[in-house]
């Protein structure tokens, strides 16, 4: 701990400091409840997206045998029916965190013959699309997720720091000057009635 002075200065300074720390506290306290709600949230929205994209998998897996064999998954040119292109994402702000946000995603489907392909690869291409797009969404939402938790991380340092660190330390110093000062005057006083006798005893 740094050397402490000793004066009326440093005590307005450290109750300035005091009530700086207990009117940014609330407002810490208040971003780390709002953090941990959000993240809550990010997490149910996970939850739901790993659900959806099992019960698409399952759905799929009726098709993976025969859509693996021969050239079914494949367009004219060779390259797979389906494919993710893109991922759309914007900008959002969670208690002052810049977070991605999903917007969707973009497919290039190849070109097929409607006559010569099986009618169920419509079908089965469908469910390839939704399953893509759930597995696009949980990337950006695991990405929410991280960046969520890394400002938590860093709010409830600033919480406890205030709580556990600062305030108490602040308040100790105040106690200790106020209690200097107390001491300072106490003595003043005393001096003063010892010179006024002094200066009464010589007078007589």
């Known amino acids: 701990?740094?050397?402490i002075k000793l004066t009326k200065n440093e005590l307005k300074k450290k109750k300035d400091?005091?009530?700086?720390?207990?009117r940014y506290l609330p407002t810490l306290q208040l971003k780390k409840q709002q953090l941990q709600m959000e993240i809550r949230g990010v997490e149910t929205r996970l939850?739901?997206?790993v659900a959806a994209k099992e019960a698409l998998e399952r759905q799929f897996s009726s098709w993976v045998a025969v859509f693996?064999?021969?050239d079914a998954a494949r367009a004219k040119s060779g390259l797979p029916l389906l494919s993710l292109t893109s991922i759309k994402t914007s900008i959002g702000?969670?208690?002052g965190v810049v977070i991605p946000t999903f917007d969707g995603a973009e497919f290039e489907l190849g070109e097929y013959d409607y006559f010569e392909t099986p009618l169920w690869v419509d079908r089965a291409l469908e469910l390839m699309k939704q399953v893509l797009l759930t597995d696009a969404e949980s990337h950006v939402v695991e990405r929410q997720k991280a960046l969520l938790a890394a400002e938590l991380?860093?709010?409830t340092q600033r919480v406890n720091l205030f709580e556990k660190v600062k305030i108490p330390?602040?308040?100790n110093e105040i106690k200790m000057i106020g209690i200097y000062l107390g001491d300072q005057q106490t003595a003043q006083v005393v001096r003063g009635k010892?010179?006024?006798?002094k200066v009464e005893g010589l007078e007589q």
Do not use: C, H
């Open 68 to 70: 693996s064999e021969g």
């Open 47 to 49: 939850a739901q997206l």
């Open 153 to 155: 991380r860093i709010t």
């Open 169 to 171: 330390e602040t308040q």
């Open 1 to 3: 701990m740094a050397k």
């Open 17 to 22: 400091a005091l009530k700086m720390y207990k």
């Open 194 to 197: 010892i010179s006024k006798k």
């Open 93 to 95: 702000n969670i208690a």
